[in-house]
Protein backbone atom coordinates (compact mmCIF):
# COMPACT_ATOMS: atom_id res chain seq x y z
CA UNK A 1 0.00 0.00 0.00
CA UNK A 2 1.29 3.10 -1.17
CA UNK A 3 0.74 6.37 1.54
CA UNK A 4 0.24 9.50 -0.48
CA UNK A 5 0.71 13.05 1.34
CA UNK A 6 -1.25 15.67 0.48
CA UNK A 7 0.07 18.87 -0.32
CA UNK A 8 -1.25 20.84 2.77
CA UNK A 9 0.24 17.71 5.32
CA UNK A 10 3.23 17.84 3.37
CA UNK A 11 3.75 22.01 4.25
CA UNK A 12 2.27 20.77 7.89
CA UNK A 13 5.25 18.23 8.20
CA UNK A 14 7.78 20.88 6.93
CA UNK A 15 6.71 23.21 9.29
CA UNK A 16 6.35 21.05 12.22
CA UNK A 17 9.98 20.23 11.06
CA UNK A 18 11.48 23.77 10.88
CA UNK A 19 9.90 24.16 14.05
CA UNK A 20 11.92 20.95 15.87
CA UNK A 21 14.77 22.28 14.07
CA UNK A 22 14.66 25.45 15.83
CA UNK A 23 14.32 24.06 19.09
CA UNK A 24 16.94 22.35 19.15
CA UNK A 25 19.37 25.35 18.72
CA UNK A 26 17.08 26.92 21.62
CA UNK A 27 19.44 27.39 24.77
CA UNK A 28 16.49 28.95 26.65
CA UNK A 29 14.52 25.23 27.84
CA UNK A 30 11.03 27.05 28.05
CA UNK A 31 10.92 28.39 24.14
CA UNK A 32 12.52 24.93 23.12
CA UNK A 33 9.48 23.37 25.12
CA UNK A 34 7.25 25.39 23.62
CA UNK A 35 8.08 25.24 19.64
CA UNK A 36 8.04 21.25 20.49
CA UNK A 37 4.90 21.59 21.34
CA UNK A 38 4.13 23.43 18.17
CA UNK A 39 5.60 21.37 16.20
CA UNK A 40 3.58 18.65 17.62
CA UNK A 41 0.39 20.10 16.75
CA UNK A 42 1.95 20.80 13.47
CA UNK A 43 2.41 17.14 12.88
CA UNK A 44 -1.19 16.58 14.22
CA UNK A 45 -2.32 18.90 12.34
CA UNK A 46 -0.38 16.42 9.07
CA UNK A 47 -2.25 13.71 10.11
CA UNK A 48 -5.28 14.89 10.29
CA UNK A 49 -4.94 16.70 6.90
CA UNK A 50 -3.47 13.58 5.20
CA UNK A 51 -6.60 11.48 6.88
CA UNK A 52 -9.00 13.77 5.56
CA UNK A 53 -7.69 14.21 2.37
CA UNK A 54 -7.78 10.27 2.03
CA UNK A 55 -11.11 10.23 2.89
CA UNK A 56 -11.98 12.45 0.29
CA UNK A 57 -10.42 11.35 -2.82
CA UNK A 58 -12.22 7.65 -1.65
CA UNK A 59 -15.08 9.52 -1.75
CA UNK A 60 -14.76 11.30 -5.01
CA UNK A 61 -13.82 7.91 -6.81
CA UNK A 62 -16.63 5.85 -5.46
CA UNK A 63 -19.05 8.63 -6.71
CA UNK A 64 -17.18 8.30 -9.99
CA UNK A 65 -17.66 4.43 -10.19
CA UNK A 66 -21.31 5.12 -8.97
CA UNK A 67 -21.17 6.71 -12.33
CA UNK A 68 -19.67 5.35 -14.52
CA UNK A 69 -21.53 2.25 -13.41
CA UNK A 70 -24.91 3.98 -14.11
CA UNK A 71 -23.85 4.63 -17.55
CA UNK A 72 -22.74 0.99 -18.43
CA UNK A 73 -26.11 0.48 -17.36
CA UNK A 74 -28.27 2.62 -19.79
Do not use: F, P
Request: proline share 0%; aromatic share 6%; glycine share 2%.
Amino acid sequence: MTLQISGRSKQYMETAQSLLRAARSMTDEVVATRLKMLADDYQRRAEKASSADSARSVARSAARDEYDWSRELA
